[in-house]
């Protein structure tokens, strides 16, 4: 089913600094390398059929690029972000004065919350990755903002530092168990499971601690397990619209349990980016009205 994206031209793309364990400012970085491969990944959405809105680049922020952490928006409502280093902090107002200008009910954010990086949405579900960057304070807002229950994760990898390297949400309740809209609903939980049986998702189980496991294992019985190699080329750092996943396209065994699941599996490279910790989710905020 088609959906609506807000993305960001890497035109300032540079590794100046460290802030996670992909980033390593010695190494070379070729901005026209990532804006190749940022732009192969925008064109993919459309040629998907999906809606692609672009936000202005500014200068002196080159991870602005990863728009997924500028916001979470459901339902037409926008929480903006707070960022945990001073490094990306004045994305924050750039993404949200950008919703508010294109129609969002928008909320600044009162604790550290670094949007889609750490906030997913899963059916009725809201998961909420912590550990490194966003806070327990910023998934309590994100409950009152948006009226859905939160389900706290801990990450443990400092590898895996947002959710959405560690977990991707392969059909969520936009999408249902519907045949017509994804993959059969016989590969997912059993429809008397609870409200949020049209859910599905795929995760790298060491990213978490073990009591987050063992949350994970009962409420995704069958979830794919992705293999550490495939979530070391940032494999789960992909975007399902429920049928069609496009993910990185060094993740092959990734691929091929998509594939054997009913999911179509699209692969984009995006290591230039990868060198500052990003794949095709973190480049995209996914535009819920």
Request: charged share 20%; aromatic share 8%; hydrophobic share 45%.
């Amino acid at each position: 089913m088609s959906r609506q994206y807000l993305m960001c031209r890497p035109t300032h793309f540079a590794v100046d600094y460290a802030i996670n364990p992909w980033m390593d400012p010695a190494a070379p970085v070729d901005v026209d390398l990532a804006v190749a491969q940022w732009s192969t990944l925008h064109d993919t959405y459309r040629a998907l059929g999906h809606a692609v809105d672009l936000i202005d680049p500014l200068p002196g922020l080159p991870d602005m690029v990863f728009a997924a952490n500028g916001a979470t928006v459901i339902d037409g409502i926008a929480l903006g972000v707070q960022f945990r280093h001073p490094q990306r902090a004045a994305e924050a107002p750039a993404y949200l004065s950008w919703l508010a200008r294109a129609g969002f009910e928008t909320h600044e954010a009162k604790a550290v919350n670094e949007g889609e990086g750490d906030l997913l949405l899963a059916g009725d579900w809201l998961l909420a990755g912590t550990g490194f960057r966003t806070g327990l304070a910023g998934h309590a807002q994100a409950q009152e903002i948006f009226g859905r229950p939160v389900i706290t994760l801990q990450l443990v990898d400092p590898r895996y530092y947002h959710l959405d390297t560690a977990l991707c949400v392969l059909r969520d309740s936009s999408a249902g168990p519907d045949s017509s809209a994804g993959p059969d609903s016989s590969a997912g939980p059993d429809s008397s499971a609870g409200p949020d049986s049209s859910a599905e998702v795929a995760y790298l189980p060491e990213a978490f601690s073990a009591g987050s496991q063992a949350v994970l294992r009962r409420l995704f019985p069958d979830a794919v397990i992705v293999t550490p190699a495939d979530a070391a080329v940032l494999g789960l750092n992909a975007v399902s619209d429920g049928r069609r996943v496009v993910l990185p396209a060094q993740a092959h065994g990734f691929a091929d349990q998509l594939a054997a699941r009913g999911y179509e599996p699209v692969g984009v490279d995006l290591s230039e980016l990868r060198k500052a910790g990003g794949g095709p989710k973190c480049c995209t905020l996914e535009l819920r009205p």
